[in-house]
């Protein structure tokens, strides 16, 4: 595999790769504010107790997502992603489900802290009329829930960027987790693909000593030394600011490539001072850092030519158009698209399996999991999408991730990429320009 690894191949096929009481009551198209629910409660949920929702009473889309922190804006995107999703869809099939107003609930969930994430679930699992939660938003975060508060319950959840593989590998086939985002191996097996195409001997790859970030790390050195690069490990803690002696050593070790898979500050803070103690390679990172507010503005104009092995999609034309009409501003951040299409799934499995009861509106958990199982979209905001039996996203019904990637490296189909959301993207003009999907750009190497 490795000699067809070196084989040509175009270079946008390659890298076509607080305060959590603060409640945030978001309904689309109107209606919902705090006075509007009672507050959380305890409520007898199990995958085999039905949930029901009185005449009258509103269907509950929970949202679990970062709204404070370092990674509040780029959770509060994803949580305005959602409401426009929403209100596409009702524009659609209409305002209601069997009489009942939709609304949306959203909780801080931290991204990757667990306490946050707990309470978050705990809050969101209070709720009367909830039917699913779309989120956690961080590997982090999701591990702590995803196994226990939320199956427990018998909640489906939908995330559309935690992307740590063992999220949905080790939950079993009858798990409630699933996620329109790729998996971390995919996007590791696109940053070693890269590595070896470029031919480069010795690769720095350094992580946040995060699960997210060591997860992505191990998925790109597999693929790196089965092509006979030269990998150097090291980890950096979140909230280091100083990398002094760290960046001394790359600049006198002078590597290919640097490649770094934690979040910002720190990706920005890093990139800039081994910029400054005189290395002057090719750098990129994961999509957690993929930002122009948070890498690309504050680096300036030193940011030119970084690559990001996954980027957002690119929007539609009529989403873009609703979502500013919305909120007022363009999305930046890399999974917008994928939970846009995260709430169009749980509405979709929602109004499958919903039953009027004599005016009560009753779901059977383990029918609407089966429900967002069986999902197939065509022409959905991150392209089209189905979920395997673990709960990954795939092209088609029936697909299984693991067959869908080994097709990929042995046969070199780069497309694949693109068609699980995956977009790598580059630092041209000051702006991330996307090397895959619709659109694509080229990348500019030195």
């Known amino acids: 595999m490795l000699s067809r690894l070196r084989s040509p191949w175009t270079w946008a096929v390659l890298l076509g790769v607080v305060a959590i009481v603060v409640v945030v009551v978001l309904a689309a198209s109107g209606g919902g504010s705090d006075e509007d629910r009672t507050g959380v409660q305890n409520i007898d949920r199990s995958p085999s107790t039905p949930i029901e929702i009185d005449g009258g009473a509103p269907?509950?889309?929970?949202?679990?997502?970062?709204?404070?922190?370092?990674?509040?804006?780029r959770g509060a995107e994803y949580r305005d992603a959602v409401i426009t999703s929403v209100n596409r869809w009702k524009e659609i099939n209409g305002d209601q489900i069997a009489g009942h107003d939709i609304e949306i609930w959203s909780e801080d969930d931290g991204c990757t802290s667990v306490e946050h994430a707990t309470i978050a679930a705990t809050r969101l699992l209070g709720l009367e009329g909830l039917v699913g939660v779309i989120g956690p938003q961080c590997s982090g975060g999701a591990q702590s829930v995803i196994r226990t508060y939320y199956p427990d319950a018998g909640v489906v959840?939908?995330?559309?960027?935690?992307?740590?593989t063992d999220l949905t590998t080790d939950q079993g086939r009858d798990g409630f987790f699933f996620r329109t985002a790729y998996r971390n191996d995919l996007e590791g097996t696109l940053i070693g693909l890269f590595t070896v195409q470029i031919g480069a001997e010795l690769v720095y790859?350094?992580?946040?000593?995060?699960?997210?970030?060591?997860?992505?790390?191990?998925?790109?050195?597999?693929?790196?030394?089965?092509?006979?690069?030269?990998?150097?490990?090291?980890?950096?803690?979140?909230?280091?600011?100083d990398f002094s002696a760290l960046a001394a050593e790359i600049a006198t070790d002078n590597p290919a490539f640097v490649v770094f898979t934690g979040f910002n500050p720190e990706a920005s803070l890093l990139y800039r001072q081994i910029r400054d103690a005189g290395y002057d390679g090719l750098f990129g990172a994961g999509d957690g850092a993929a930002s122009v507010s948070d890498f690309v503005e504050p680096v300036g104009d030193d940011a030119e030519g970084v690559l990001f092995s996954g980027c957002q999609y690119p929007l539609s034309a009529d989403f873009l158009e609703d979502f500013v009409s919305l909120h007022g501003h363009e999305p930046d951040a890399t999974f917008?698209?994928?939970?846009a299409d995260a709430a169009t799934v749980l509405l979709d499995a929602v109004k499958k399996v919903a039953e009027d009861q004599a005016g009560t509106l009753v779901i059977q958990p383990t029918e609407l999991r089966d429900a967002v199982r069986a999902t197939n979209v065509e022409g959905g905001i991150s392209g089209t999408l189905a979920f395997d039996a673990n709960g990954d996203r795939v092209p088609n019904p029936g697909d299984d991730l693991s067959d869908v990637q080994t097709a990929a490296l042995e046969d070199l189909q780069g497309e694949i990429y693109a068609l699980l959301g995956l977009i790598p993207c580059q630092v041209q003009g000051g702006k991330l320009v996307a090397l895959g999907g619709p659109g694509a750009g080229e990348v500019d190497l030195p």
């Open 59 to 73: 269907i509950v889309i929970g949202v679990s997502t970062a709204l404070t922190g370092a990674a509040g804006d």
């Open 205 to 241: 790859l350094i992580d946040d000593n995060e699960p997210f970030g060591r997860d992505l790390a191990n998925a790109a050195a597999t693929l790196m030394r089965a092509g006979d690069v030269d990998v150097t490990r090291r980890s950096i803690d979140q909230g280091t600011v």
């Open 157 to 164: 959840t939908i995330s559309g960027s935690a992307t740590r």
């Open 336 to 339: 917008t698209a994928q939970y």
